[in-house]
């Protein structure tokens, strides 16, 4: 047995659509965030260190087309895929005037085998003409994902770890987005700072209530050069342990609707700034984890989970 077959993963999920396999390949097109360059705040995130979230990135003196390029020539030789989705990922990539991002999303849609765009935002930064714009390329039948970083539907944790947005505007962009047909994929972190299994399962009721296309999961590290790594060496962060991540993956997994797609049930961070948990640097690990508890409580996507907005709080 294999995680997908527990779990609509993304991949499976495109072989279907496109008889083939389909690979993203992610790019650093220098995008910053309004919660680092003052428009909102400055310091980003308290967990942020870019580089953690896409340890692929590259610098932005490698033109698109090139980072395209090596990306797909690494997919190729693993996989012999034929096909690619360009991944705009670094901080906020659709944080600039319109007219701009066109030139930059048309750029990586001429590269060979580029079928179309997954683009990585905030909630806070997808406005109108960005959203119409998406829109046309998916008309012209180009794949076409936003990327929606939520993280938490719990403001109160969303201002503590200065995410500069909240479940309002998620809600606004999201429905925005899905009026176009635009497909939205939701990323949530799992262990926030005073967060517990129980908040994550109902941030996942609250996103499944809004309707959603996608989701990705991603458990909370400590990296080199954040906020977060100050707390942490302090004794105010303590980090999730390995078991408690994959039993609350697990439950999330099985409250999803087999209809949703998830792009990632896991993230991993480099060792080079990697500092707590150690667990997050074995993606197998991981993944092979939440198919095991998949396979021992014999459940799939969408065959059960615990309803949490009524009652008290649980861990």
């Avoid at 995008?31 to 590259?58: A, Y």
Wanted: glycine residues 10%; hydrophobic residues 35%.
């Amino acid at each position: 047995m294999a995680l997908s077959d527990y779990v609509n993963t993304f991949g499976q999920w495109l072989i279907a659509r496109y008889g083939e396999r389909v690979h993203k390949v992610s790019v650093d097109a220098d995008f910053t965030c309004p919660n680092r360059d003052g428009s909102k705040g400055i310091g980003g995130c308290t967990f942020c260190n870019n580089s953690s979230f896409s340890p692929n990135s590259r610098p932005q003196s490698v033109p698109v087309p090139e980072q395209l390029a090596v990306g797909q020539a690494v997919i190729v030789r693993r996989t012999r895929a034929r096909k690619f989705l360009a991944y705009f990922q670094a901080y906020t990539n659709t944080y600039a005037e319109v007219e701009y991002l066109k030139g930059l999303y048309d750029e990586a849609l001429r590269q060979p085998g580029v079928i179309g765009l997954s683009v990585g935002t905030r909630p806070d930064c997808v406005p109108e003409d960005v959203l119409d714009l998406l829109a046309d390329y998916q008309a012209q039948g180009k794949e076409v994902w936003l990327e929606l970083g939520l993280q938490s539907a719990f403001d109160s944790s969303l201002e503590r770890v200065n995410r500069g947005h909240g479940f309002s505007e998620y809600r606004e962009t999201l429905h925005a987005a899905r009026a176009r047909g635009l497909p939205v994929c939701t990323h949530l972190i799992l262990g926030l700072p005073g967060e517990t299994a129980w908040h994550s399962r109902v941030t996942l009721e609250r996103v499944l209530e809004e309707g959603v296309d996608g989701l990705k999961l991603h458990p909370l590290h400590v990296v080199k050069g954040t906020v977060l790594a100050n707390e942490w060496r302090q004794g105010e962060y303590r980090p999730w342990g390995f078991e408690q991540y994959i039993e609350t993956a697990a439950d999330l997994i099985g409250m999803t609707p087999p209809e949703v797609v998830y792009h990632r049930v896991t993230g991993t961070a480099s060792k080079k700034i990697l500092l707590a948990p150690e667990w997050c640097n074995w993606k197998w690990r991981v993944l092979n984890g939440i198919e095991h508890e998949l396979a021992r409580r014999g459940t799939r996507q969408g065959q059960g989970g615990p309803k949490q907005t009524a009652g008290a709080e649980r861990a």
